[in-house]
């Protein structure tokens, strides 16, 4: 079966430093891969997707980067961190069988002081 | 005028009740339906799938999609305490990339 995880699960970080949250999934291969923020009492924001090794796509702009270095492993990064970057962050992955239902972690809670 | 509409609640409801959770949405080429359930501080939890109108029942839980209306509806029979968590509506239009459209969700509150 598939897992997909998400570390750290939270952190706090003061304003201006780096940041890099990791998402791994295991038991498929070649997955769809997202990062979405999910702010305080509202929806899933899109922030990244990538159907492949290096193939990043951004949907909105904004002082973060992804990056995938292998084929189950999606990085969300930041050089400087801003107080508007608070929130849940979100991996979540979809195969290539099936439809389009996308499977999501557990998620990593950042607050940015 | 956002794509998917969804009530944010909250909604309260005592044990045992039948929930109707309710999104609307305003393009036409949505094709396929899904509903997520999240409990605080996790992440979503696919609940139900859905292409095309319907009906589709699992268990307690009963996903409706009407795309003359552009409405769906989950209706979750014997709500109990368990099921207290944010219920999510998402769709795609099945084209590359496969993106998800979410609503905002719904917060059910479920009192024992």
């Known amino acids: 079966s598939q897992t997909i995880h998400q570390w750290p699960a939270t952190l706090v970080q003061p304003v201006g430093s780096p940041l890099s949250l990791e998402c791994t999934v295991e038991?498929?291969?070649?997955?769809?891969l997202y990062w979405y923020r999910q702010a305080a009492g509202r929806g899933l924001q899109l922030l990244f997707y990538?159907?492949?090794?290096?193939?990043i796509s951004s949907e909105v702009p904004q002082n973060l980067s992804a990056s995938r270095p292998q084929d189950r492993q999606f990085i969300l990064s930041s050089k400087k961190l801003l107080l508007s970057d608070s929130g849940f962050y979100l991996c979540?992955?979809?195969?290539?069988?099936?439809?389009?239902?996308?499977?999501f972690g557990p998620g990593t809670r950042l607050t940015v002081l | 005028q956002k794509e998917v509409e969804q009530d944010p609640g909250p909604l309260s409801v005592p044990e045992g009740a039948i929930v109707s959770l309710n999104c609307t949405y305003s393009?036409?080429?949505?094709?396929?339906f899904m509903w997520y359930r999240q409990y605080s501080r996790k992440g979503p939890e696919l609940l139900m799938y859905?292409?095309?109108?319907g009906n589709k029942e699992d268990g307690r839980f009963t996903a409706q999609v009407d795309k003359s209306s552009k409405y769906i509806s989950l209706f979750i029979r014997d709500s109990q305490p368990s099921d207290s968590a944010t219920y999510l509506c998402?769709?795609?239009?099945?084209?590359?990339?496969?993106?998800?459209?979410f609503g905002g969700g719904t917060r059910l509150m479920v009192k024992p």
């Open positions: 393009n036409s080429a949505f094709q396929y």
């Open positions: 990538s159907v492949g090794i290096g193939q």
């Open positions: 998402a769709m795609s239009k099945g084209n590359a990339g496969n993106m998800l459209t």
């Open positions: 859905t292409y095309s109108s």
């Open positions: 979540a992955w979809r195969g290539l069988q099936g439809w389009d239902e996308q499977f």
């Open positions: 038991g498929t291969s070649n997955p769809n």
